[in-house]
């Protein structure tokens, strides 16, 4: 009777630290799962700033480069008017 008790006991604290173990490997996956997703949404954010720092860029040298054809257009313009 002892021996079964004793017998039980053990099998009893085997399970509870297997039980353990197993919540502390889930909550250590689900924190990695965690880690991931933000280093995921971390890099899509920058990628995303990137693309708008680009799409500046190339709208204000687009820009740029009509002022100057808009002002050589004007220029030619200004000197037919006087030439006339």
Do not use: C, P
Request: aromatic residues 2%.
């Amino acid at each position: 009777m002892a021996r079964d008790a004793r017998i039980a006991e053990r099998r009893a604290t085997k399970t509870a630290i297997e039980a353990r173990q197993a919540a502390a490997l889930a909550a250590a996956q689900t924190a990695e799962a965690a880690a991931r997703e933000a280093a995921m949404k971390a890099e899509q954010e920058a990628r995303d700033a990137e693309f708008a720092e680009r799409t500046a860029r190339e709208a204000a040298v687009e820009a740029e480069r009509q002022i100057a054809r808009d002002a050589r257009y004007a220029a030619r313009k200004a000197k037919k008017r006087k030439g006339r």
